[in-house]
């Protein structure tokens, strides 16, 4: 009987995210269990490209050209995580394990375990981000 069927894999991308990866990879391979990687597009993810939100007379201090080039950037740096999960997927599946993506916006947290309860899944395997000591811990 195995223990994991459903294992969402969370990833920011960080110097982290490959090792994470690969033990995901190892723990299906043992348990036959299906790969979710997921990756939460937001503030807190350190892009420099912040979704602009219209904040009553702020948004008069945007120009429309400065605010078209502000989506294209944050449309490019959606893409480009879209395309690494992508590749990921593909690495899983090569390596014999089933496996899909899927990139959320919202609080990792937060997004990360209402994404895992509604997909129904057993374990959420994520990095540690560099944090250290009691950011660590918590």
């Excluded at 033990?23 to 391979?29: C, F, N, P, S």
């Excluded at 993506?101 to 981000?129: N, T, V, Y």
Aim: aromatic residues 10%; proline residues 2%; contains cysteine.
């Amino acid at each position: 009987m195995n223990m994991f069927h459903k294992v969402v894999v969370a990833l920011d991308y960080s110097d982290f995210s490959p090792s994470i990866l690969d033990a995901a990879i190892a723990l299906a391979k043992i348990t036959d269990a299906q790969l979710k990687l997921v990756h939460v597009v937001s503030l807190e993810d350190g892009s420099g490209y912040q979704p602009l939100v219209y904040a009553g007379g702020f948004y008069s201090l945007v120009t429309e050209q400065q605010f078209d080039q502000y989506r294209e950037a944050w449309t490019k740096f959606k893409k480009q995580n879209l395309d690494k999960l992508e590749a990921d997927v593909e690495a899983a599946k090569a390596a014999g394990v089933s496996a899909e993506s899927c990139q959320i916006d919202g609080s990792p947290g937060r997004s990360i375990c209402e994404f895992a309860k509604s997909w129904g899944a057993d374990l959420i395997l994520m990095g540690r981000h560099g944090r250290t000591g009691i950011g660590e811990l918590f």
